[in-house]
């Protein structure tokens, strides 16, 4: 158990919805990276969040958008889903600085129909 | 060219003996190197992180590096049927950075009993 925890654990969702996942990260941690992982392939950045703010994004399109709130938890929203947003969706948490390993929670497993 | 690539597997090995999981990295700059352990339907789980040139080892298991041939492996001695699982090879291009990790593809190792 990272401590880190994610939900809802199974979401589905139709073509053209917006979904919100939610992160909260382990204790002591102050920064909150998400990932999609895909049937088959590795995890794939999204983007992190540090003092609220996002601090690095991967090749994700604008209708992917977060938050990090004042007690380090975080949003992940989704706008206008697509089939292919159909993935497992990885939060993790670390400390910006002086800890470069990522603790996953243990995702949220998104369906697009 | 993949940034980081790995052999999908599976990698079959006897119970006891020893599994070699190689991978490689594109960006000659990258500082710091991860494996991950992802058990099927489960998060990755942080196992080994290497930043120098040469061998750490913890356990069962080691982590071998090779900055000039853009080279990270992870040795599993004594593989136990426990051990089977996807194993992901991770990269950081800037040490203590953004903390964005690039994954590879995995490999599947099944360590017959």
């Known amino acids: 158990e990272t401590g880190v925890t994610q939900s809802p654990t199974h979401l589905i969702k139709t073509r053209g919805q917006q979904v919100t996942l939610r992160c909260s990260s382990q204790?002591?941690?102050?920064?909150v990276s998400w990932y999609q992982q895909a049937l088959g392939q590795g995890p794939q950045f999204i983007f992190q969040?540090?003092?609220?703010?996002?601090?690095g994004r991967g090749n994700f399109p604008p209708r992917f958008s977060g938050l990090q709130f004042p007690n380090y938890s975080s949003e992940l929203n989704v706008n206008a889903l697509e089939l292919d947003d159909s993935a497992l969706y990885l939060c993790a948490s670390s400390l910006m600085g002086s800890n470069e390993k990522l603790f996953f929670g243990s995702g949220t497993q998104l369906s697009v129909l | 060219q993949k940034e980081v690539e790995q052999n999908s597997g599976p990698l079959s090995v006897p119970e006891g003996a020893i599994a070699s999981l190689n991978c490689t990295y594109s960006d000659r700059g990258s500082q710091s190197f991860f494996w991950y352990r992802q058990y099927s339907g489960k998060s990755p789980e942080l196992i080994m992180f290497i930043y120098s040139n040469g061998d750490k080892e913890d356990g069962r298991f080691t982590a071998q590096l090779n900055k000039a041939s853009q080279y990270v492996s992870l040795l599993i001695r004594d593989s136990q049927p426990s051990d089977s699982a996807t194993y992901l090879c991770a990269v950081n291009p800037l040490r203590g950075a953004t903390n964005k990790l690039i994954f590879g593809t995995g490999t599947l190792l099944a360590v017959q009993p």
């Open positions: 204790s002591g941690h102050n920064t």
């Open positions: 969040y540090y003092r609220e703010e996002e601090n």
